[in-house]
């Protein structure tokens, strides 16, 4: 990517804490409009804090968080949704005991327009026509791949220009994670930036075009995919070789 | 009066269900607020039975004030109402923002206590502005019913039942059927998630109070009518009773506030009619525990995430 | 402090003033006889005042202007800090213990009835906190064991003329029993299902004490009870009985103390943090759940029979719902867990009211108000126990 | 770690606050009176009247120039809320303000262990409100009582309901306090005495409001008479408001306690007609008069039902100080049992009990006010 384009998402030497602790020490990364980019690393490298700090759900204590080049540190998590930054946070916490329907309308909560709303709700029963099915059923009743489909399309019926993904072939069969990330593609050919966080290293990176290593709390190496995919000391701390 | 014994028997018991009924209806009206705040921030507000006192006190006020200025005497009960309803939702906006929100992150005992402390704020305040004298409602309003025999049923009961019926189904559909009342279950399923689709929980919760606040305003203003006074301290027995009836309903639960509600009252009453008068509340409190020792999580089972930390 | 956060401040000030002043306005305005704004406002002037008055003090402190203040009061708590630090622990506590026992020494009456208080709460305190601190048990209905353990001082000494000593243990042992029997059908419950059940055990307590002529004389209470005697000496001063209390509270502490450093006070411990790991690490939860409130309830026991050999008087008037409340208050207020907490928490909710009696009406509004503020600015409260709370403090 | 220097220090400030109570300076030489009342809970009503009796009782006595040997007369009011255990609390604060006598209390749970404490100290005590016979039959030497008590209130209700109503048939209720439940239990006895049948007695729980169940019973027995005894007025306002609702015909009897401006006001309609026993005030005396615009004039509200004892209680004190010259206890009890003053409730004379004696009468209330309609003294209507 050519440094000109300026980036749609960009952390500047990032820190928070719980308490005392500190989670992350100082991150800094880029996401262009348009691309996936991957944050691997080891449980408890900050990964999903990342995450949760860009939403502000965990406020940032140093550092910039530029959306669009505007800074954000200090805008309440609740309106980014509508800036066009949408999260689906680890474990996908849908809403157990709403209906699959009324998820979906969570996510199109702070739009207003009725027939857009309308067609994005088609968009995503055609992404995920299990779910079109299952409408009416109270969300907690699904299975977990269809629950990780509600929320990917919870997330998607806000129209985002951003989403982040936390994890989402967590506890899933192999089956059901290959076409999780063949739709997170389709969603991204669709123009949807995405910011990809996974553990499992190997199916992120062929999904993304760049990643970031992250080891407790710090960046520790930052590529274009397909070379950290070759990358050996890669291969042997997370690609199990 | 004594030759037909059968009949006073089943006219009487007819009657204890009506007066049961009547008294389940105020205790699920109380019931619901405690039951919609425990459902979003999992707190027992103690200081809710003192918004039921003071929406009965602004009864009061806002009526005498209301008819000295010619109101026809309906026209001025409905304008209570509403304007009562309005004001305690104020005043438990406040309460919350002022002695709730900041304690969002704490441990759950240090909000009750919290709550606790309010409780006897306002008890007190209520004592200081509106004096330790009872206050007498009009009774002129409420006065006159129908009679069949030894069964009585006066308007007024008629119109706690009403009003009670016609809040649940508002309540009913505003939880159910409206876009806040989607984020109002959102917010008790998952405050982070609800953030994350861009709920403002804060203000959802705000929400919450005010119409828990407004429910237990109108049940005070019925409390004051039917029964002919309010005190500052009359919220206190009520609210006991009425969280009572939330637990064992299925806290969180609305139509569990309601069966509780009216399960509480109708145990009371006849209790009372049927065994003893002084016994009667331990009679309530056996039945309570009796069904939480087989449900533990009430009778229509409890509305909370489990998963909740 | 930036301008900006200050006209933040400002503006949220300003905007509650307002709304206290709608809130207050229909409660002192509106009457029969007309509306009526001067009594409304010359309150609302008072608090308005108040409230600019203490903003601004706070503005100043937060702009460091009044560190001539604060910096040598600093230098000398740290100071002070030191030569605490330096000291053994024991000389602390036995200067702690001189005083209380000098105490009487140089107090009147008065004060004499107050410690007395305190010291019949800090039992009170301290046995409601294994049940609550401890084990994570919520009780709201904690006074009926001290109840349970009035009454029965009283109607041994009533009816058999037992001496207090005798009846000190009696009562403990009939409470723990109470205690057992509430805790059995509870413990299947968890947190706040438990809190109403044990408030309505409490009330259920109460109505019998207040109902059961034939046993309790009901409403009427029991009178002519003994005081206690030593040698066939009648204490019937009110600083003698101070000494009994405080016997009876540092046998509490040492109990406590010890309790919460054994094998079953870490047991307790495991159950508060996760009940289902302690169970799963072989710690008989059903049973230890159910000594909690056992022992619980025993001090409670101890603290009401020295209320009814102290009043010579019991009524079920003494052992409400809201004293359940207060008890817990102290618990919650001092530090849940903590000892020393215990013991400034009710040292604070009784004192309060007490040198709130000046205010006379408006005693119990301060006393609230207090409450809620206290609860804000330390909601761990003021002398957290170090093993309690620590995923709260992480969230700090 | 720094904290027990917290504790430490929170002691020593407690002690030095607690100490400094004690020690007063005496400047001049003080009449120090105390009153205890329940100033806040559900008694509040009643013990706001207490003390504003008390209050007024004082400033008439300045106005008459005051008690010789005194440059002032000072009155120290304690909440008691109705709580023993406060009680005593207030009363050791009293003690500690060095009073020489106590107005109060209120209820009977209060005034009988709060008295043991002010007798260890040789304090007078005047109660204007407790009834109940344990007031002074624990041979207490300085406690007085001003009003009547429940075992003469109960017969003299009795003896109307038979000689006067004539009730064949009676439903008792009370609220389960030492004094409602003391005078029910008295009626109860007396009536069955007098051949009256007691169809039920029954309790309600104080705090209640809801008493639909207890009066569908008494619908369903119809007595001639239905006998409330309550602990307080607004309660008793709410039995006969629900009671006429549901279209109970008995007669209404009540007690002191219910006898206050407050039943009629929150009442109404529904309190007219019925009967109250309490001490006979006779309104159209001077006394009463004078005190009545006194307390109008100062209290700026109307007298409830303690308030007169209360003036009276407080009234009888000072001018035994006064006949005594000092307020050595023995000194002014000798006073205060040769003592016979009008007061604004009645003739004031204390016998060797404390007691002055019950002279209740029955009043009725009509066109929303208490008329006297019966003397239990003389049996003769008014």
Redesign the interface.
Same mark, same amino acid.
Not at chain 2, 109 to 114: C, K, M, T, W
Not at chain 2, 192 to 200: K, P, Q, Y
């Given at each position: 990517m050519a440094d000109n384009i300026t980036p749609i998402l960009e952390l500047k030497n990032v820190v928070s804490a719980y308490g005392r602790i500190k989670a992350l020490k100082g991150i800094s990364l880029k996401v262009f409009p348009g691309e996936i980019v991957t944050i691997i690393g080891a449980n408890g490298a900050g990964k999903s804090t990342t995450l949760m700090t860009i939403?502000n759900?965990i406020t940032a204590v140093e550092g910039d968080i530029l959306y669009k080049g505007e800074r954000i540190n200090n805008i309440?998590?609740?309106? &980014?949704?509508?800036m066009g930054l949408?999260?689906v946070?680890e474990g996908r916490? /849908?809403?157990?005991? *709403?209906t699959v329907m009324?998820n979906l309308?969570?996510?199109a909560?702070?739009r207003k327009d009725a027939a857009d709303i309308k067609h994005d709700l088609e968009r995503v029963f055609e992404l995920f026509p299990k779910l079109r099915e299952r409408r009416k059923q109270l969300g907690g009743t699904l299975s977990g791949g269809e629950q990780q489909m509600l929320a990917m399309g919870?997330a998607l019926m806000?129209s985002p220009k951003v989403l982040l993904l936390d994890e989402p072939s967590m506890g899933l069969a192999p089956l059901l994670v290959k076409q999780i990330f063949d739709i997170i593609r389709m969603i991204n050919s669709q123009g949807v930036t995405v910011v990809l966080v996974e553990q499992n290293a190997n199916l992120a990176l062929q999904c993304a075009q760049r990643g970031y290593v992250l080891e407790t709390g710090t960046v520790v190496m930052e590529d274009e995919a397909d070379k950290l995919l070759t990358n050996p000391d890669i291969r042997k701390a997370y690609l199990g070789e | 009066?004594r030759g037909s014994e059968h009949w006073?028997h089943m006219?009487?018991f007819i009657?204890?269900l009506i007066?049961g009924i009547? =008294?389940g209806g +105020?205790y699920a009206l109380i019931a619901l607020g405690y039951t919609m705040v425990?459902g979003i921030i999992?707190l027992?507000n103690?200081a809710h039975g003192e918004f039921f006192a003071a929406g009965g006190?602004?009864g009061v /006020? &806002?009526i005498?004030?209301l008819?000295?200025q010619g109101l026809h005497p309906y026209a001025c009960l409905a304008l209570a109402l509403a304007l009562s309803m309005g004001?305690c939702a104020? %005043?438990a906006m406040?309460v919350e923002r002022?002695?709730y929100k900041?304690?969002r992150?704490?441990?759950r005992?240090?909000? %009750?206590?919290?709550a606790?402390?309010?409780?006897?704020?306002?008890?007190?305040?209520?004592?200081?502005?509106?004096g330790?004298?009872?206050?007498?409602y009009p009774?002129e309003i409420?006065?006159g019913?129908f009679?069949w025999g030894?069964v009585?049923v006066?308007y007024?009961q008629i119109f706690i039942v009403g009003l009670t019926a016609t809040l649940l189904v508002g309540l009913n559909i505003l939880v159910f059927k409206t876009?806040i009342g989607?984020?109002m279950?959102?917010t008790s399923?998952?405050k982070?998630?609800?953030?994350?689709?861009?709920?403002?929980?804060n203000r959802i919760i705000s929400i919450t109070f005010a119409i828990g606040a407004g429910l237990a305003a109108a049940a005070g203003i019925m409390?004051g009518l039917y029964?002919?006074?309010v005190?500052y301290?009359?919220g206190?027995? !009520?609210g006991?009773k009425a969280?009572?009836a939330a637990?064992l309903g299925g806290?969180g639960n609305i139509t569990g506030a309601l069966i509780g509600g009216l399960i509480i009252g109708m145990v009371?009453?006849?209790?009372?009619?049927y065994i003893?008068?002084?016994?009667?509340?331990?009679f309530a409190?056996?039945i309570?525990?009796g069904v939480?020792?087989f449900r533990?999580?009430?009778i229509m089972g409890e509305?909370i995430?489990d998963t909740r930390v | 402090m930036t301008t900006q956060e200050s006209k933040k401040l400002w503006l949220s000030c300003g905007v509650?003033l307002i709304?206290?002043l709608?809130?207050?306005w229909?409660?002192?305005g509106?009457?029969?006889?007309?509306?009526e704004f001067g009594k409304t406002f010359k309150v609302f002037g008072y608090v308005a005042v108040g409230v600019v008055i203490l903003m601004l003090f706070y503005q100043v402190q937060q702009a460091g202007k009044l560190n001539f203040v604060g910096t040598p009061l600093k230098a000398t708590s740290v100071g002070i800090g030191k030569i605490y630090e330096i000291t053994p622990r024991w000389i602390l506590l036995g200067i702690v213990l001189a005083l209380a026992i000098a105490f009487p020494l140089v107090t009147g009456r008065y004060a004499h009835d107050v410690s007395i208080s305190v010291l019949i709460y800090i039992c009170l305190g301290l046995g409601l906190n294994i049940v609550?601190g401890l084990a994570g048990l =919520?009780d709201l209905g904690y006074i009926a064991f001290y109840g349970v353990g009035a009454y029965t001082y009283a109607l041994m000494s009533l009816h058999f003329g037992l001496s207090f000593w005798l009846c000190l243990p009696i009562a403990g042992v009939t409470a723990a029993i109470a205690g057992c029997i509430i805790g059995y !059908?509870?413990l299947?419950?968890?947190g706040?299902?438990l809190?109403?059940?044990t #408030?309505?055990?409490g009330?259920?307590v109460r *109505? /019998?004490l207040?109902?059961w002529m034939g046993l309790t004389n009901g409403p009427n209470g029991i009178m002519g009870i003994l005081r206690p005697e030593i040698f066939g000496f009648q204490l019937n001063k009110l600083w003698m009985l101070y000494y009994v209390i405080l016997g009876i509270a540092v046998f509490t502490i040492l109990a406590v103390y010890r309790l919460n450093f054994s094998r079953i006070g870490r047991a307790w411990e495991a159950i508060r943090e996760d009940e289902t790991a302690a169970e799963l690490m072989g710690v008989n939860t059903f049973l230890l759940k159910l000594l909690a409130y056992a022992m619980g309830a025993t001090f409670a026991g101890f603290a009401g029979a020295f209320f009814a050999a102290r009043m010579r008087f019991v009524g079920p008037e003494s052992f409400s719902?809201l004293e359940s409340?207060m008890v *817990?208050?102290m618990v919650?207020?001092g530090g849940?867990g903590s000892i020393p907490g215990v013991i400034l928490g009710v040292l604070a909710l009784v004192a309060l009211p007490e040198v709130f009696r000046e205010f006379e #009406?408006?005693r119990?509004?301060v006393?609230?108000?207090?409450?809620?503020?206290?609860? =804000?600015i330390r !909601?761990?409260g003021i002398w957290p126990a170090k093993r309690v709370?620590r995923r709260?403090e992480e969230?700090d | 770690m720094k904290r027990l220097l917290a504790l430490i220090a929170a002691l020593a400030v407690m002690t030095l606050v607690l100490t400094g109570c004690g020690e007063e300076e005496k400047a001049g030489k003080v009449l120090r009176i105390g009153t205890m009342s329940p100033l806040?809970?559900?008694y509040?009503?009643d013990?706001?009247d207490i003390r504003q009796g008390a209050e007024i009782a004082v400033e008439v006595m300045k106005e008459q120039g005051g008690v010789e040997g005194y440059t002032d007369i000072q009155l120290f009011s304690q909440d008691t809320a109705c709580d023993p255990k406060q009680a005593v609390a207030a009363a050791n604060k009293l003690i500690n303000e060095k009073v020489t006598a106590v107005v109060g209390a209120y209820c009977s749970s209060s005034t009988i262990p709060s008295s043991e404490t002010l007798a260890e100290e040789n304090i007078v005590m005047l109660t204007p409100a407790s009834t109940s016979p344990q007031v002074t039959e624990r041979g207490l030497p300085y406690m007085f009582r001003t009003c009547g008590r429940d075992d003469h209130q109960a017969p003299a209700a009795v003896k109307f309901m038979k000689d006067v109503a004539d009730v064949k048939t009676l439903f008792i +209720?009370d609220d389960?306090t030492t004094y409602s439940q003391g005078l029910a239990d008295g009626v109860s006895i007396a009536a069955k005495a007098a051949g009256i049948e007691v169809l039920e007695h029954?309790?309600?729980?104080q705090?209640?409001?809801?008493y639909?169940?207890?009066l569908?019973?008494v619908?369903?027995a119809?007595p001639d008479m239905f006998y409330i005894s309550l602990q307080n007025?607004?309660t008793g306002?709410?039995m006969v /408001?629900?009671a006429r609702?549901?279209?109970i015909n008995a007669t209404f009897m009540g007690q002191d306690a219910v006898y206050h401006p407050?039943l009629i006001?929150?009442?109404?309609?529904?309190a007219e007609g019925m009967f109250c026993t309490f001490g006979a005030i006779d309104k159209d005396a001077p006394a009463f008069k004078n005190f009545l615009s006194k307390y109008k004039a100062i209290a700026n509200n109307e007298p409830g039902a303690y308030s007169a004892y209360s003036f009276d209680s407080t009234m009888a004190y000072m001018l035994a100080v006064k006949a005594a010259g000092s307020t050595d206890p023995a000194k002014v009890r000798a006073e205060l049992m040769k003592l016979d003053f009008v007061g604004a409730s009645k003739n004031v004379v204390y016998d060797e009990k404390g007691d002055s004696g019950s002279n209740y009468t029955v009043y009725q209330i009509k066109d929303g006010k208490f008329v006297p309609y019966w003397n239990s003294l003389t049996g003769d209507k008014y």
């Open positions: 939403c759900i309440a998590s609740d309106i &980014l949704p509508s949408c999260q946070p916490r /849908i809403f157990p005991r *709403l009324e309308d969570m996510g909560f702070f919870r806000s | 009066m006073i006219e009487f009657q204890q007066n009547t =008294l +105020v425990y999992q027992i103690f006190y602004m /006020i &806002l005498s004030w008819a000295s004001y104020l %005043l406040a002022l002695a900041p304690l992150e704490a441990s005992l240090a909000v %009750l206590l919290s606790l402390g309010m409780s006897i704020f306002l008890q007190n305040g209520l004592m200081l502005t509106q330790v004298y009872d206050k007498g009774t409420t006065s019913g009679e030894l009585s006066s007024m876009r989607r984020a279950r959102a399923q998952d982070v998630m609800s953030a994350l689709v861009g709920i403002n929980s409390v029964y002919g006074s005190n301290s009359m206190f027995v !009520p006991i969280f009572a637990v806290i009371e009453i006849f209790a009372a009619g003893s008068g002084e016994y009667k509340d331990v409190f056996i309570l525990i939480l020792y533990p999580s009430g509305n995430d | 509650g709304w206290f709608i809130i207050l229909p409660l002192l509106i009457t029969p006889e007309g509306l609550v =919520l !059908p509870t299947r419950m968890r706040d299902y809190a109403i059940v #408030l309505g055990f009330e259920i *109505l /019998i207040n109902n719902f409340a *817990l208050a919650v207020l849940m #009406l408006y119990m509004l006393f609230g108000g207090v409450m809620t503020l206290m609860m =804000l !909601p761990a709370g709260s969230a | 806040t809970g559900p509040a009503a013990g706001n +209720v389960k029954d309790h309600v729980n705090g209640d409001k809801d639909s169940a207890v569908t019973k619908k369903a119809n007025s607004a306002a709410l /408001i629900q609702r549901m279209g407050n006001e929150i009442g109404k309609n529904a």
